[in-house]
């Protein structure tokens, strides 16, 4: 059986979070072998016995063999915590293979990855994805990559495919999660206006459905609005990205903007906003739970 790009490889697949378990499916589906690392072993096992293939018991013997090692990890130090070590990947990947972060981490970490993979003749690429949930579970995630030699890009973006609708180097290491930064800016902005318009047309008295639909075909138009505007509406908030995770990488954010000088004053305040929002209770709300702050007070 072979994929859609008709390579077949053995792949590590590390982390079986939200993203991690469809991205491991698909790898599976498109006829790669994969073994399985999660630091909660019952999740590991719950794929096997879904998906076959097999589940380590460390990140280094999940490594051992694979042409490629994938992450999909909480934050950097999740990153280093099952890369290094004598049972972390490294120890286990044989020169040559690539290293492939989806994680959404530092630019920081990216580089001293690439570096580290390097002296054991490892390629990296810093892959972090955007769509959400749902675009995992489809196979239709925007992929923005890193790497210090295209080549290792080149290696990878086949066997991404699977999973992938869109997949893009930006430049060296680190260049994915750079990009990846700029994406969550944006998203932060679109769903604060996003909160305010329907907030505006309810008090206004509009049917705010009714809204949507005309000005979602006119410039005003986006994801959000398309996915998130009726349920925002309603109030509804108990699926999609979370503020937590948002509020993580909205940290990872603000700290690059410390160091490269960029000024963010909307992006600060909207992080203010979520934390506002952890207060109440939604932490594990979807991000579009902005509106909450607006429509009850």
């Known amino acids: ?3 859609k790009t008709g390579v077949v490889s053995s792949v590590a697949f590390i ?3 939200v993203m991690g378990t469809p991205m491991a499916r698909h ?5 790669h072998h994969v073994n399985i690392y999660n630091r909660t072993p019952e999740k590991a096992l719950a794929w096997v016995a879904l998906y076959g293939h097999q589940a380590k018991p460390t990140p280094r013997e999940a490594a051992e063999g694979a042409e490629f090692v994938f992450l999909c990890v909480g934050n950097d130090n999740d990153v280093r915590d099952v890369v290094y070590g004598p049972d972390g990947a490294l120890a286990g990947a044989e020169a040559g293979a690539v290293l492939i972060d989806h994680t959404t981490a530092s630019a920081e970490v990216a580089r001293e ?3 580290a993979c390097a002296e054991f003749g490892v390629g990296f690429v810093d892959a972090p994805v955007s769509g959400g949930q749902a675009g995992a579970e489809n196979g239709l995630l925007t992929i923005m990559c890193g790497s210090d030699d295209e080549a290792f890009y080149d290696l990878a973006r086949p066997v991404m495919d699977c999973y992938a609708k869109a997949c893009s180097l930006m430049g060296p290491a680190g260049a994915g999660q750079l990009t990846k930064m700029v994406n969550q800016i944006c998203i932060a902005g679109i769903v604060q206006g996003l ?3 329907i907030n505006f047309a309810m008090k206004a008295g509009l049917d ?3 809204v949507i639909d005309v000005i979602r075909f006119g410039a005003a138009q986006s994801w959000q609005m398309e996915n998130r505007g009726r349920t925002m509406s309603r109030g509804e908030f108990d699926f999609g990205f979370a503020v937590e995770w948002m509020r993580k990488d909205l940290d990872i954010v603000l700290r690059e903007a410390d160091r490269n000088g960029a000024r963010l004053p909307a992006t600060a305040l909207i992080d203010q906003f979520y934390g506002q929002v952890v207060a109440r209770g939604g932490k594990r709300w979807d991000t579009s739970s902005l509106i909450h702050l607006l429509a009850n007070d």
């Open 208 to 210: 705010p459905d009714a």
């Open 27 to 31: 790898l599976a589906a498109a006829g």
């Open 195 to 197: 909160a305010e318009g």
């Open 1 to 3: 059986m072979t994929g």
């Open 113 to 115: 990855l690439a570096e």
């Open 15 to 17: 982390g079986l979070g």
